[in-house]
Nanobody, 118 residues
Framework: QVQLVESGGGLVQAGGSLRLSCVAS????????MAWFRQAPGKEREFVSR????????YYADSVKGRFTISRDNAKNTVFLQMNSLKSEDTAVYYC???????????WGQGTWVTISS
């Protein structure tokens, strides 16, 4: 099995920035699509962003487009989520996920909290 470990969450003020990281186990990291999801209190888990194996193709949910940037470093088995201009609506547990195709993710991390204060 693949293990995914997120880090970088915390408490920030509205309008601030935060950078999340996700480190994956194994030597086949470059074979996977990577994605970020989030789940706010009382709501269902939602898609945030994904990136293909080479890093040349990215996609974002409308709610974060223009504010968040996903990237990856295959040499370090790591995917990042740079979050700028944070809003209270961004408060959630953020999860890292991996899959062999862009629409299916079979491996998930434990999540990291992101809380935005007013």
């Amino acid at each position: 099995q693949v293990q995914l470990v997120e880090s970088g969450g915390g408490l920030v003020q509205a309008g601030g920035s935060l950078r999340l990281s996700c480190v994956a186990s194994g030597r086949t990291f470059s074979n996977y699509y990577m994605a970020w999801f989030r789940q706010a209190p009382g709501k269902e888990r939602e898609f945030v962003s994904r990136i293909n194996q080479s890093g040349g193709s990215t996609y974002y949910a409308d709610s974060v487009k223009g504010r968040f940037t996903i990237s990856r470093d295959n040499a370090k088995n790591t995917v990042f989520l740079q979050m700028n201009s944070l809003k209270s609506e961004d408060t959630a547990v953020y999860y890292c996920a991996a899959g062999v195709v862009s629409s299916s993710y079979g491996y998930w991390g434990q999540g990291t909290w992101v809380t935005i204060s007013s």
